[in-house]
């Protein structure tokens, strides 16, 4: 191959930081803005998680000794013991440094540690979670790209419809639809209760799917929504047709070009919808009987046992925090031309 | 241009009709044109004119709701009016490459350009990573980009007009193909970049025996790298031949008016001139000589009846009843008042 | 703009014209007689919603009982509609806790400094994610098992959205104007900021209040079907859900009356805030919902994903 004699290029040659190192200093700075802003949110969020305990203005040392032996002296003894003679700051300062260490305080009616209780219940809803997420992108993400490459064919506006459709039912809807189809009536799948992996994989799935697919509907067809309008519009790009006039196969176009391009803002909604999923595993659980964070929420707010309902919504809160955090780091190792997403 | 096609052509285009808007207008009409081994034939004419559309027809990549109505196209013996997409992933890359005006919208934002190339060369030549990347570094370095290996990692928004340009040729021969189409290639460049681009294709056309189809309105770049030329008007060929009888001796009204125009060739002129009037719009049907109503030459019989190309002298044929009239420049030129005004009173007249 | 251009613009920014739209006529429709009942419910069920009546249990839809009965034998109908002032009136509840919160904040931040925005913004995004339903059931245990309470976090945590609204509105106007946020002097000019602002907000703020009403209403029937609030034997739409859960296998319809009713009210929310959102064109901010799910688009494709029948 011939060498061209070497032109002078107009640009170009003033970029001396190589370009890799730059996109990722650029990628990593983003990253380090999300983290400090994440610790002072982390803060504020267990801050006022802490604070509805203490408004509670119960009494869990009159409760727990009873009637008859909470005398003024008995509680004030037992107030120190479950340290709660200590002024509010101090509470929550220690209160959250024991939490990072892992120690959640133990529950004032049972003793147990609520970090065990929310260790217990917390694979269920994990796997509750999963499970929807994938299948979210796996029924949303199909839909959506039929619909956006038969873009105006029949399989197009059915999924619009069923989109619409879809939307207004709220999880807890679409899970009793879902129980009484599968379930009552036609005996196929179990109506209630949670088996555990360990307790063989079929029946551990068969008890998740329901719940999953309840929860995942609502987001795959938002996922759809979204996906179909981005990918039209991606599909109409000039560097669509270059890739074409390449010789590069069509589906190869479709799935690293076009879907790579058009998937930000899908998976921004997966993102932001995923605390709502959370939500809804909380409806989930309520419906299909399942022994979750959310029906330890529940327990222990009827109860008033506040170590556990702060230990559950720091969890909580954490997690949707850190999730949306790494929603924001994908989106960016993805959509490296600096200027967020590329449709 | 029936039977068998010469043996040593690229691309045959015959009598092509392509309609747009979902058959609401014709936006190409019967245009022929031939490119050969090592040739670059240059297509000239205003937007709208339908040279791009015949380029993207000849590359398969025919925008939504255009359809090739009649006519057929041959790349090499093989006839691809009809190709299906399967054809085509075939065809592209290996058989004929391209690149368009504008390189930054052609590329995938964000991926580097290198990746890109080692793509097409994985894909299409089953390279392996790593002989991908040395092939492409190779071709970077043929296309003249200065440090080849830093601009592999770069993606578009980091490169220069000129350097993507680069890429977009060294993607589009990456596959060793025997026909490039620059669709305005060089018309969103610099002055002293496009005379870089245009030294490339010619050594690539010295070097490889590449033909290009060479789509431009700029007539000084044509004249530079061109050598046959096809000038378009309103969808139609109006006249072809090789570029120094176009840019010396045009024999169509609306030749001798864009040289003038582009100042070039002859008619080098002092003041800043327009051609009066409007070409008829994309698909209006007009009977008659479709340059009729702005030229200057013009007399009855333009508009009585389809013109034909007529030829001229071997390769040069125009589409213009008046093309072998001698004083035809003269009065295009405005220089014969009473030719003009003698063609103003008949068209009057009508 | 001819003037024929302008005066079809402004026909079209009157409140009235909403109408046009068969879907939005149908959604005021809906909402029109939910309202109604809300305010005149238990007056004008045709039951007592609380009446027991044992020989009666699990009965179809029938003249007298025209959604038919419940397992204690009580006028389904007659439940929903006493049911829907406290469904209907938290909702309300929580949005204004949001607008108010919200609206003015979102306004106000923009002339307020950077560095006072800058922080605004990162607690709005944070309080964005934060799921409602888990802050309501814990505000419970903090202030009892009462509706109005648990709807106060739903409603702070849906003031995030009135904000980002009124912030993109003002920051618009305050750019446009080329007026320098920080340096605002006299009355008048607040004045004109007050009115043209509003004016720029309203539309999009009228879509967000469809679209939160929705979400809240979704919340309260959650919250309810979850039995925060309820005191039985008082009737709401997500307890009649939740205790149509419980007799299933009995009556395996039954659920479907309640949840129709939900959807449908909060489809004809979504009908509504569609139908501002087609008037106030492409490029509006719409943001997703915080609540429990209901409709959710993003400010990143400013163009109508409605495609027009090809």
């Given at each position: 191959?011939?060498?061209v004699?070497?032109w002078?290029?107009a640009?170009g040659?003033?970029n001396?930081i190589?370009p890799?190192r730059?996109?990722v200093?650029?990628?990593?700075?983003?990253i380090g803005g999300g983290l400090?802003?994440l610790?002072p949110?982390?803060v504020?969020?267990?801050f006022i998680?802490y604070?509805l305990?203490?408004?509670?203005?119960s009494?869990?040392a009159?409760?727990?000794?009873?009637q008859?032996?909470?005398?003024?002296?008995?509680?004030?003894?037992?107030?120190k013991?479950?340290?709660l003679?200590?002024?509010?700051l101090?509470?929550y300062?220690?209160?959250l440094?024991q939490?990072?260490?892992?120690?959640?305080g133990t529950?004032?009616?049972?003793g147990?540690?609520v970090?065990?209780?929310?260790?217990q219940r917390?694979?269920v809803?994990?796997?509750?979670?999963v499970l929807?997420v994938i299948?979210?992108?796996?029924?949303?993400?199909t839909?959506?790209?039929?619909a956006?490459?038969r873009r105006?064919?029949w399989f197009?506006?059915g999924?619009?419809?069923?989109?619409?459709?879809v939307?207004?039912?709220?999880?807890?809807?679409v899970?009793?639809?879902?129980?009484?189809?599968?379930?009552v009536?036609?005996h196929?799948l179990?109506a209630?209760g949670?088996?555990?992996?360990?307790?063989?994989i079929?029946?551990w799935l068969q008890h998740?799917?329901l719940?999953?697919l309840?929860?995942?509907?609502q987001?795959?067809a938002d996922?759809?929504?979204?996906l179909r309008t981005?990918?039209?519009?991606?599909l109409?790009?000039n560097y669509?047709v270059?890739?074409?006039?390449?010789?590069?196969?069509?589906r190869r176009?479709?799935v690293r070009?076009a879907?790579?391009n058009?998937?930000?803002?899908?998976l921004t909604?997966l993102g932001?919808d995923?605390?709502?999923?959370l939500?809804g595993?909380?409806?989930?659980?309520?419906?299909?009987?399942l022994?979750?964070?959310?029906?330890?929420?529940?327990?222990?707010?009827?109860?008033?046992?506040i170590?556990?309902?702060?230990?559950?919504l720091l969890v909580v809160s954490t997690f949707?925090i850190?999730?949306?955090?790494?929603?924001n780091?994908?989106?960016?190792v993805?959509?490296r031309?600096g200027?967020?997403?590329?449709? | 241009?029936?039977?068998?096609p010469?043996?040593?052509e690229v691309l045959?285009?015959e009598d092509?009709h392509v309609?747009?808007?979902?058959?609401a207008?014709t936006a190409?009409?019967?245009?022929?044109?031939?490119v050969?081994?090592?040739e670059?034939?240059?297509l000239?004419?205003e937007?709208?004119?339908?040279k791009t559309?015949?380029?993207?027809a000849?590359?398969g990549v025919?925008?939504?709701g255009?359809?090739?109505?009649h006519?057929?196209i041959?790349?090499g013996?093989?006839?691809?009016t009809?190709l299906?997409r399967r054809?085509?992933?075939?065809?592209h890359?290996?058989?004929?490459g391209?690149v368009?005006?504008d390189?930054?919208?052609?590329?995938?934002?964000?991926?580097?350009?290198?990746?890109?190339l080692a793509?097409?060369l994985?894909?299409k030549?089953?390279l392996?990573?790593?002989?991908?990347?040395?092939?492409?570094?190779?071709l970077?370095t043929a296309?003249?980009l200065?440090?080849p290996g830093?601009?592999?990692h770069q993606?578009?928004?980091e490169?220069s007009?000129?350097?993507?340009?680069r890429v977009?040729?060294?993607i589009?021969?990456?596959?060793?193909p025997?026909l490039?189409?620059?669709d305005?290639?060089?018309?969103?460049?610099?002055v002293?970049?496009?005379?870089?681009?245009i030294e490339l294709?010619?050594?690539?056309r010295?070097?490889r025996g590449?033909?290009?189809?060479?789509?431009?309105h700029?007539?000084?770049?044509?004249?530079?790298?061109?050598d046959?030329?096809v000038v378009?008007y309103?969808?139609?060929v109006v006249e072809?031949g090789?570029v120094e009888?176009i840019?010396?001796?045009?024999?169509h009204?609306?030749?001798?008016a864009?040289?003038?125009v582009?100042s070039?060739?002859?008619?080098?002129r002092r003041?800043l001139?327009v051609?009066?009037?409007?070409p008829?719009?994309v698909?209006e049907?007009t009977t008659?000589?479709?340059f009729?109503?702005?030229c200057?030459?013009a007399?009855?019989?333009c508009l009585a009846?389809p013109v034909d190309?007529?030829?001229?002298?071997?390769g040069?044929?125009?589409r213009?009843i008046?093309?072998?009239?001698?004083e035809?420049a003269l009065i295009?030129?405005?220089?014969?008042?009473?030719g003009q005004s003698?063609?103003?009173?008949?068209?009057?007249?009508r | 703009?001819s003037r024929?251009?302008r005066r079809?613009?402004?026909h079209?920014t009157?409140?009235g014209?909403?109408l046009?739209?068969p879907?939005?006529r149908?959604a005021?429709?809906?909402?029109?007689v939910?309202?109604?009942l809300?305010?005149?419910?238990?007056?004008?069920?045709p039951q007592?919603p609380l009446?027991?009546?044992?020989?009666?249990?699990?009965?179809?839809p029938?003249?007298?009982h025209l959604?038919?009965?419940?397992?204690l034998?009580?006028?389904?109908?007659?439940?929903l509609?006493?049911g829907?002032r406290l469904?209907?009136?938290?909702?309300f509840e929580?949005?204004a806790?949001g607008f108010v919160?919200?609206g003015?904040?979102?306004?106000a931040?923009?002339?307020?400094?950077?560095?006072?925005d800058?922080?605004?913004n990162?607690?709005?995004d944070a309080?964005?994610?934060?799921?409602?339903i888990?802050?309501?059931?814990?505000?419970?245990?903090?202030?009892g098992?009462?509706?109005v309470?648990?709807?106060?976090?739903?409603g702070?945590l849906?003031?995030p959205?009135?904000f980002?609204v009124?912030?993109?509105a003002?920051l618009?106007y305050a750019?446009?104007?080329?007026?320098e946020a920080?340096?605002l002097l006299?009355a008048s000019?607040l004045?004109?900021?007050?009115?043209?602002?509003?004016r720029?907000v309203l539309?999009?703020l009228?879509?967000?209040?469809?679209q939160?009403t929705?979400?809240?209403l979704l919340?309260?029937?959650?919250l309810t079907?979850?039995?925060?609030?309820?005191q039985?034997?008082?009737?709401?739409?997500?307890g009649?859900?939740?205790s149509?859960?419980?007799?299933?296998?009995l009556?395996?319809?039954?659920?479907f009356?309640?949840?129709?009713?939900?959807?449908?009210?909060v489809?004809?929310?979504?009908?509504l805030?569609d139908?501002?959102?087609d008037?106030?064109g492409?490029?509006?901010l719409?943001?997703?919902?915080?609540v429990v799910k209901?409709?959710?688009?993003?400010?990143?494709e400013a163009?109508?994903?409605?495609q027009?029948?090809a």
């Open positions: 191959m011939a060498v004699a070497e002078r290029s640009a040659d003033d001396v190589a890799r730059r996109r200093r650029s990628v990593a700075s983003r400090a802003i610790i949110i982390l504020l969020s267990s998680v604070a305990g203490a408004l509670s203005n009494n869990p009159a409760t727990i000794l009873g008859d032996a909470a005398t003024p002296a008995a509680v004030a003894k037992m107030d013991a479950l340290g003679d200590k002024p509010l101090v509470q300062w220690d209160w440094t939490a990072a260490q892992g120690h959640l529950s004032w009616f049972t147990i540690p970090s065990q209780s929310i260790a917390l694979p809803d994990l796997s509750i979670a929807a299948l979210a992108i796996l029924i949303g993400g839909a959506g790209t039929v956006a490459v105006g064919g197009d506006r999924v619009t419809l069923v989109c619409s459709a939307s207004t039912l709220p999880a807890f809807v899970g009793i639809i879902l129980v009484v189809a599968f379930a009536a036609w196929l179990p209630n949670y088996v555990g992996p360990t307790g063989g079929l029946p998740i799917i719940p999953a309840a929860l995942s509907l987001v795959a996922i759809a929504r979204q981005s990918l039209v519009s991606v109409e790009q669509i270059g890739a074409r006039v390449r010789g590069l196969p069509y176009i479709l070009h879907l790579r058009a998937s930000g803002p899908a909604i932001n995923f605390p709502l999923m939500a595993a909380v409806a989930a659980e309520a419906v299909f009987s022994p979750g964070l959310g029906q330890l929420l529940l327990e222990s707010a009827q109860t008033r046992d170590p556990v309902v702060q230990g559950v949707v850190v999730v949306n955090l790494l929603v780091t994908v989106l960016n993805l959509y031309s200027d967020g997403v590329a449709a | 241009m029936t039977g068998n010469p043996p040593d045959g285009i092509l309609t747009v808007h979902d058959g207008a190409v009409r019967g245009v022929t044109l031939s050969r081994t090592g670059i034939v240059g000239v004419g937007s709208g004119s339908g559309l015949t380029c993207r000849a590359l025919l925008p939504p255009c359809d090739i109505r006519g057929r041959a790349f013996h093989q006839d691809v009809d299906s054809g085509w992933e075939r065809l890359g290996t058989g004929m391209a368009f005006q390189p930054t919208s052609y590329l995938n934002p964000n991926l580097t350009v290198g990746g890109q793509e097409v994985r894909v030549q089953k392996r990573r790593h002989q991908a990347h040395r092939k492409a570094i190779g970077f296309v003249g200065h440090n830093h601009v592999f993606i578009p928004s490169l007009g000129g350097m993507l340009q977009m040729i060294a589009a021969i990456s596959c060793d025997r490039l189409i620059a305005e290639a060089t018309t969103a460049l610099d002293t970049i496009q005379a870089e681009v294709l010619r050594e690539l010295d070097q590449l033909a290009v189809l060479f789509v431009s700029d007539l000084a770049v044509i004249r530079e790298l061109c046959r030329v378009f309103a969808g139609e072809t090789p009888q840019i010396e001796r045009p024999r009204p609306y030749t001798q864009l040289l003038r582009a070039v060739g002859d008619f080098q003041q001139e051609i009066p009037g409007q008829p719009r698909g049907e008659g000589c479709r009729a109503e702005r200057p030459a007399v009855p019989k009846g190309l007529s030829t001229l002298a071997p040069h044929h125009a213009c008046r093309a072998t009239d001698p035809l295009t030129a405005g220089q014969s008042a009473a003698a063609a103003a009173a008949e068209m009057a007249a | 703009m024929r251009d079809h613009r402004r079209l009157r409140p014209s909403i046009r739209l879907s939005a149908i005021v429709g809906v909402l029109a939910v309202i109604f809300a305010i005149f419910g238990s007056a004008l069920a007592n009446t027991i009546n044992a020989n009666d249990l699990f009965q179809g029938s003249l007298h959604l038919g009965t419940d397992y034998g009580r006028d389904v109908l007659s439940r509609m006493a829907t469904s209907v009136f938290t909702a929580a949005v806790i919160l919200g003015p904040l979102g306004i931040t923009v002339f307020l400094g950077k560095w006072f800058f922080a605004a990162r607690v709005a309080l964005m994610t934060l799921p409602s888990f802050f309501a059931v814990a505000v419970t245990a903090a202030l098992n009462g509706l309470q648990a709807m106060f976090p739903v702070i849906l003031s959205t009135f980002r009124t912030r993109a003002t618009e750019r446009a104007q080329y007026v920080a340096e006299g000019k004045h004109v900021i007050r009115v043209h602002v509003v720029k539309p999009n009228a879509v967000l209040t469809a939160a929705a979400g809240a919340a309260v029937s959650f079907f979850l039995g925060i609030g309820v039985p034997p008082a009737p709401t739409w997500g009649i859900l939740s149509d859960l419980d007799y299933l296998n009556s395996p319809w039954a659920p009356i309640p949840g129709l009713l939900i959807a449908i009210t489809g004809a929310l979504n009908a805030a139908a501002f959102r008037r106030t492409p490029g509006t719409v943001v997703a919902d915080p209901t409709h959710s688009t993003l400010a990143l163009a109508d994903d409605r027009p029948a």
